[in-house]
């Protein structure tokens, strides 16, 4: 039986409605406890409970879908190729790091990707009071709380002067050996700001911003990201210019930046 991607939107919006109920509980009462994982990032309670709701909701309305979370890996079966045909892919808490100190800017990602090529994404910052989502083929959306849902598009910004970049952390940048070139691209752009994590994408997407780039990613911090990027009528790769969430970095822009923003980073 094929599955009509809207409904997996629908499926992937209702999955993180309910997370934001767990994620705004632990957030409010600062109800956890952190914990330090293998590659030094910060995890708490809130992350895993609110990945078991998400894995669970997968689990009972698409069975034999595969699953990636960033807390308990993946599951299910793969295809010759050792790439699941359909992958729910999931960052339970994308911001963990502001999580705990406070900071509002974090959110849920939920992704649907097919052979490898996310399709369905979703994004749910409840702090900020926003959320963002998209499907190939039906557009990218955001609804802020307490108003209406509404297209969103990237910008017009065609030279990287009259710019605003996003490069999340200097010294990820310098611990990948990029340190240069992300100083290039901040001075070569209008205004250069740190955004970090999911919330500097979604402002590309919408238009607010014109490129977000960043080193030492995991598909989980990416694949939700890229259909609202590219449905906006952005472009999305990674910083050698490959598509899809699996190569450990990314280049998100308003398309008519990215090849001039790939070339500084070159």
Not at 250 to 261: E, I, W
Request: hydrophobic share 40%; glycine share 10%; with cysteine.
């Amino acid at each position: 039986m094929t599955i009509r991607l809207d409904d997996d939107l629908a499926l992937a919006r209702t999955l993180a409605a309910h997370a934001d109920l767990i994620s705004m509980r632990r957030f409010v009462s600062h109800d956890f406890t952190v914990s330090t994982k293998p590659d030094r990032t910060p995890v708490t309670e809130a992350d895993r409970e609110v990945e078991n709701a998400i894995r669970q909701g997968i689990t009972a309305a698409r069975p034999h879908d595969a699953i990636l979370g960033e807390e308990f890996g993946s599951t299910g079966e793969q295809d010759g190729e050792g790439r699941p045909h359909r992958q729910w892919i999931i960052d339970p808490i994308d911001g963990t790091a502001n999580f705990l100190r406070g900071v509002p800017i974090w959110g849920t990602l939920i992704a649907l990707a097919i052979d490898g090529v996310p399709q369905v994404g979703v994004v749910s910052a409840p702090a900020l009071g926003q959320k963002w989502w998209a499907a190939t083929g039906f557009g990218a959306y955001t609804q802020r709380a307490g108003a209406h849902e509404e297209r969103i598009h990237v910008s017009k910004v065609s030279t990287l002067a009259d710019a605003v970049v996003s490069y999340n952390s200097l010294p990820g940048w310098i611990e990948a050996g990029r340190g240069d070139q992300a100083i290039a691209l901040a001075t070569s752009a209008w205004r250069a700001r740190a955004i970090g994590d999911m919330w500097s994408y979604m402002l590309v997407a919408e238009g607010a911003i014109d490129v977000s780039t960043e080193c030492d990613l995991q598909a989980y911090d990416m694949a939700a990201l890229i259909p609202i990027i590219t449905e906006a009528g952005g472009r999305f790769t990674d910083i050698d210019g490959q598509d899809g969430p699996w190569h450990g970095t990314a280049c998100a822009t308003n398309g008519m930046l990215h090849d001039t923003v790939l070339s500084v980073l070159k």
